[in-house]
């Protein structure tokens, strides 16, 4: 049994070493291309529209983890961008990262991929400009972020290597760790425990999986192997979705951060919407 866990984990890491070192050097290699002035430019107008696309897609050329949004939160906000723009932003930039959704797409589907990508931009969207509309842009600090250094994108074959070898020194680690505890599930949890207690349609299952995720801090390079083995074991998706974005969108250690430049009510609402915003995917994904 042990013989198998070390193969399976060894073939899954094998196969995410090769999807992580490819699609990570094509992404770095094509953000040279996308012109970050006029991105912070369109962030800061008054079009609503424009301003939404704009958040979204610099969430998509932004790093994986959840705690560094912050200190970008911060130098929007001082640069005046809308409030609702920058709330936009900050859900999103988590759960939406172009490397992440194709490993998810390589290794639970495309319709997967597509279905996740869709259902979080719409949430984010949603969320961020309702807490706009119910005032909760009084409830931030005032608060000067030190150390901060703006994207510089420039077309560059030396550029994108070296932003792939960084990528790999932050992210590669909780790949092997995701493609590691995969394995030990899949050789040493029964199927049948699994999809007895996590495969059915139970509605209940998706809200518990949300909250439950928020502790836990599972980044999502970590969740996409577990989650490739807890489907195939007979775990429903919805439930698993739901772990993924709660435990992406709102990690302790963002929470920790966001106390500094947020009041209390806003946290709350912030880790409220979190948990609203997994749940619903959840949903989402038992009717598709």
Known sequence: ????????????????????????????????????????????????????????VFAFITPFCSCSTVPIVVNLLNNKVRFGIVMVFLFSSPVLDPTIITLMSALLGIKVAVSY??????????????????????????????????????????NALKETLNLMKSVYPYLLIGAGIGSFIQGYVPTEWISSFFG?????????????????????????PISQILITKGMAIAPVMALMISSAGASLPEITLLYSIFQRRLIIAFVVSVIVMATLSGFLFYII
């Not at 042990?2 to 196969?15: D, M, P, T």
């Not at 259902?119 to 409830?139: D, F, H, P, R």
């Not at 998706?206 to 390079?221: D, F, K, M, N, T």
């Open 117 to 158: 990508t869709i259902i979080t931009s719409i949430l984010s969207v949603i969320i961020g400009l309702t807490l706009e509309k119910l005032g909760y842009e009084s409830a931030v600090k005032k608060v000067i972020v030190t150390g901060y250094k703006e994207m510089q994108t420039k077309f560059s074959f030396k």
């Open 1 to 56: 049994m042990l013989l198998e866990v070390f193969q399976n984990f060894l073939s899954l890491a094998i196969e995410l070493t090769v999807l992580f070192l490819a699609i990570s050097f094509l992404i770095s290699f094509l953000q040279g291309l996308i012109p970050y002035e006029n991105i912070k430019k369109y962030l800061s107008g008054e079009n609503t529209t424009i301003g939404v696309i704009a958040a979204l």
């Open 200 to 224: 059915g349609e139970q509605w209940w299952l998706v809200p518990i999986a949300a909250l439950i995720g928020i502790p836990l801090y599972i980044r999502l390079s970590t969740m996409i």
